[in-house]
């Protein structure tokens, strides 16, 4: 942004937006990175970030694996490295710090570390304070935050990772050009995130988004979280997977990728499974659409790979059901692989110390510090 614009933004005045950048300047945080264009007079330079100004350690925690990346301020990905790991061991969290730990060495080679975003497939009431419900990880009240940075000594976010994911959509994705926008992820279950006016929405516990267990049919199949007709028990690959092997597209010892493989080569029985999962899907998210009137809807979570076999039915429905008619609700999907979780869970970090009355809390504050070196670079955070 040129400097004009940050001071329209931020609603200070040319002289202060000066003096700060003159600072940010030197102190690295900040670059000219272009001239931009104007009409007649001197062209006045753009400001962006120093990728190398920090980094931060994403970690997504899986049943059976770990994700760790390391991304730059700027958002780039630096290393990403996936490990086995059981979640339901009774020393989870000790394990997960070691398994950190050789990240957060410092490392002349690499930008300062400003402290770890956790991205865990559960609900988290405080993202600062980290503690974690996860029905998947068999994960009941367990302190994330607090294990994480005793073991540590780093600042720690923990959130949902479909929140997690939204943040950084918001930061370095899709979201840069929309303000009010949802993220849905597809896979084994079905998230949703809400990003209004930029900001996630939690509701009143962390809680918000839970829309794989939006009521649909009180005789439908029975759902994970125990009761019955949920749209992720008729959605998930659990349960597509079970339609196919009840009409015989895939044998009793056959999983997920049989059927998936089946509708590549154009097994009419499996792109019929698919085209009506893309028809309820449309169905459920034109409802999330009209109650909520986002500007485009991100795509998301593994379930990805194949939404080629979604898509057509997907997109008939979710018109056909919109209040507001086709006014057009872009519908995007995202370039997803195996790291993009943990990217959001860096994403976590790198968002706070813009955003300082928002989720980081009193966790934000400490990375901000660490940015500004006044905690002496690499020691632990009081
Ligand atoms: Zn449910």
New binding site residues.
């Given amino acids: 942004m040129s400097r004009a614009d940050i001071a329209r933004e931020l609603g200070l005045s040319p002289a202060a937006v000066s003096q700060i950048m003159r600072r940010l300047l030197e102190q690295r945080m900040v670059e000219e990175v272009a001239q931009a264009p104007s009409s007649g007079g001197r062209p006045g330079s753009l400001i962006g970030l120093v990728g190398e100004a920090g980094r931060a350690l994403g970690v997504k925690v899986a049943a059976d694996h770990l994700v760790i990346v390391n991304v730059r301020l700027d958002g780039q990905m630096l290393s990403s490295t996936t490990l086995a790991f059981d979640a339901m061991a009774p020393d989870a969290l000790a394990r997960l710090a070691a398994e950190l730990a050789p990240h957060t060495h410092l490392d002349p080679g690499l930008p300062k570390l400003l402290g770890v975003g956790v991205a865990v497939p559960g609900v988290v009431p405080r993202p600062d304070k980290g503690i974690v419900d996860a029905d998947v990880l068999q994960w009941r009240r367990l302190p994330v935050g607090r294990h994480l940075r005793g073991a540590l000594g780093l600042p720690v976010v923990v959130e949902n990772d479909v929140n997690a994911l939204a943040v950084a959509e918001v930061l370095y994705g899709h979201g840069r050009e929309a303000d009010d926008f949802l993220v849905l992820t597809i896979g084994r279950g079905i998230g949703l995130s809400i990003v209004a006016d930029r900001s996630v929405y939690r509701g009143g516990k962390g809680g918000a988004g839970?829309f794989?267990?939006v009521?649909m049919d009180d005789q439908g199949p029975p759902?994970?979280?125990?009761?019955h007709g949920?749209?992720?028990?008729s959605l998930g690959e659990p349960a597509l997977e079970r339609i196919a092997r009840a009409g015989g597209v895939i044998g009793p010892r056959q999983g997920f990728a049989a059927l998936v493989a089946a509708a590549d080569r154009g097994d009419g029985h499996a792109v019929e499974i698919f085209a009506d999962a893309g028809r309820l899907l449309g169905r459920a998210v034109a409802g999330a659409a009209n109650m909520l009137d986002p500007v485009r809807i991100v795509l998301a979570g593994e379930g990805v790979a194949h939404w080629i076999h979604w898509d057509a039915t997907f997109r008939a429905e979710f018109a056909r059901r919109q209040v507001r008619g086709g006014d057009g609700i872009d519908v995007v999907v995202h370039n997803w692989d195996d790291s993009s979780w943990a990217q959001g869970a860096a994403a976590l970090v790198l968002a706070a110390p813009f955003d300082l009355d928002g989720f980081g809390g009193e966790q934000a504050n400490l990375v901000v510090a660490r940015l500004h070196g006044s905690d002496g670079a690499d020691g632990t955070v009081e």
Avoid: S
């Fill in positions: 839970e794989g267990h009521p759902c994970q979280c125990g009761r949920c749209l992720e028990a």
